[in-house]
């Protein structure tokens, strides 16, 4: 109650200690909270001042009841919110007068242990310079500016707050929480709505959906603002919906230009050091008899299946097509509402590229019937899918959204928008090697282009086995995953890298299709980007524990 008793006491009462009095409200509230007489309060605060003074401001198991019995009656609230100072920070102002220009309103404060609580929001404003102090930000000319401080309680309306605004955003990183279902299970769970209310107050308890988006929305403004030290700055009189588009825009167009905070990442398990004779990306046919059974094994067989006419090394893989074991599968999963990861058939999609004269397509064996299923889609799509660049170790460095599907018309959209794209963002490391479904529709498509020297286009293990022609020569000589020695380990017993990582993310990533579904632009981009931006967050604190040390490459180093 320190900024309520403050607030009472004269100009030139000093704020770095106790006051030697009590307002009436204060002294009539402790008398009736503690038993002691009226008129002894005042003697009790001259002695014991000090010390209550320097206690911390904690909350303690039963005070919640003390001021529902005897504070509410005199306009007092367990919680009442404060701008974090009483002086105009102004340069030009007088730092020594205090503002007691006081305005309050009622809120709700959406706490995690004691439910739903009344409280009040002072404003202070200096009269000298115009401004208002919030408890979160000032107002200056219309402006809303965001202290450089991350707030306890968050303002996500004209009168709720929210508490811990993280623990909100981690629901939907960690489960694909969706604002709605945020909303629901705070009302269902938490909000307490069997504790009344003061019999006057006008703000309800129930949190709403839009809360749950603006707690995201501006947590992560004002996060990435404290980053960059710079102060988040938002119109004051635009309508809420409004207020954070323009701020928004900003951030994805700045993501867009400088890329993702691990840009420049690197660990010991996406990165390998290796010394070749001519210091390039190593590429041979594999020299050893692998166990037999293995996906590595199996790739080999493959490519020696397509150079049957050359005459093998005697320690070469049989090329006997007899033992080419190899079925190609149907692959594709989604995300159930239970987070469990499920096989499915493809929906159909069509594609708004234009066909590749002369372009020799290795594409997976398909029945009679086909390999798609016919399904009715009910809901608006107003994109096709995220394409997204994954480290081997679960870091994403890119994405870019496609409005139409990653066939091989669309390699140029692929190569030109995304790959090229991302590698002109400073601080990026162009890879010795991208692995990609299609990546010999890719290699061979941009056969002679400069840019791709000295660097390997390889399929994913996954994708190769089970779907790629077994007899595409090219694909087979250019992008087997099994002659590039470097992706394998040392003993040549397995894969040094985790070649389906993009996949897999990919489901996770999928999580997300029903809370974008109905996202304009601007959200749709600042959501996914701080989804990953978190993902990678994790990523990154995992790869820490696990020892793979991972590290920002210096741009003096690039």
């Not at 002691?36 to 001259?46: D, T, V």
């Not at 149907?330 to 159909?348: C, I, K, L, N, Y």
């Not at 070649?499 to 109905?518: D, F, K, M, P, V």
Request: net charge negative.
């Amino acid at each position: 109650m320190k900024d309520n008793i403050n607030l009472t006491q004269p100009l030139e009462m000093p704020y770095d200690g106790p006051p030697p009095i009590l307002p009436p409200s204060i002294q009539g509230f402790l008398s009736d909270a503690t038993g002691i007489a009226l008129n002894l309060i005042p003697l009790c605060w001259g002695v014991l001042k000090e010390e209550a003074w320097e206690q911390a401001e904690d909350i303690w198991a039963g005070d919640e009841e003390l001021f529902r019995n005897y504070g509410w009656n005199q306009g007092i609230m367990l919680m009442k919110l404060h701008p974090h100072t009483h002086f105009c920070d102004n340069a030009d102002c007088d730092p020594t007068r205090p503002m007691k220009r006081e305005n309050q309103r009622q809120i709700i404060i959406y706490t995690l242990l004691r439910g739903a609580q009344p409280g009040y929001h002072i404003h202070l404003t200096c009269k000298t310079f115009r401004t208002t102090y919030h408890n979160n930000y000032r107002v200056v000319d219309g402006t809303r500016i965001y202290y450089s401080t991350t707030p306890k309680y968050l303002q996500v309306g004209e009168h709720q707050f929210v508490e811990d605004a993280a623990t909100w955003t981690s629901t939907m990183v960690l489960r694909w929480f969706s604002a709605t279902n945020g909303a629901h299970l705070y009302n269902q769970t938490l909000a307490m709505h069997d504790e009344v209310l003061p019999p006057d107050w006008k703000i309800g308890k129930t949190i709403e959906t839009a809360h749950v988006w603006d707690t995201f929305i501006i947590n992560a403004l004002l996060q990435d603002s404290i980053k960059c030290g710079e102060e988040l700055e938002v119109p004051h009189t635009s309508d809420q919906c409004d207020r954070f588009k323009a701020a928004m825009e900003r951030q994805n167009r700045r993501i867009v230009e400088e890329g993702q905070e691990e840009i420049a990442h690197a660990c010991n398990k996406c990165m390998r050091v290796t010394e070749n004779d001519d210091g390039t990306f190593g590429k041979k046919v594999e020299d050893k008899y692998y166990e037999r059974g293995g996906a590595s094994f199996i790739l080999q067989e493959r490519y020696c299946h397509t150079n049957a006419s050359v005459v093998a090394p005697t320690n070469s893989v049989s090329t006997s097509i007899d033992n080419v074991m190899v079925t190609d599968l149907q692959e594709e999963f989604s995300v159930g509402e239970d987070g469990d990861v499920r096989m499915m058939d493809p929906a159909t999609s069509s594609s708004v590229g234009q066909a590749v004269d002369g372009l020799d397509e290795c594409g997976a064996k398909k029945s009679e019937q086909g390999n798609q299923v016919l399904k009715a889609i009910f809901s608006q799509q107003q994109t096709h899918n995220e394409q997204i660049a994954v480290c081997p170790c679960g870091v994403i460095v890119g994405r870019t959204t496609f409005h139409g599907t990653e066939a091989v018309s669309n390699i140029d959209l692929l190569e030109q928008l995304f790959l090229k794209a991302l590698c002109n963002i400073p601080g990026f490391q162009k890879p010795e090697g991208f692995i990609y479904d299609c990546a010999c529709d890719l290699h061979q498509q941009h056969q002679g282009d400069p840019w791709y020297n000295n660097v390997a286009l390889c399929v994913d293990v996954f994708h190769f086995l089970n779907k790629h022609k077994v007899t595409h020569k090219h694909c087979q000589e250019n992008c087997n995953p099994a002659t590039y020695p470097k992706l394998m380990t040392d003993d040549k017993t397995g894969w040094f890298f985790n070649t389906s990582i993009a996949e897999q993310t990919n489901l996770w990533l999928g999580g997300y299709q029903a809370i974008c579904r109905e996202l304009g632009a601007i959200k749709f981009n600042f959501f996914l980007d701080e989804m990953i931006r978190l993902h990678n967050a994790e990523i990154v604190r995992q790869l820490a524990t696990q020892g793979y040390n991972p590290w920002c490459t210096p741009a003096n180093v690039l």
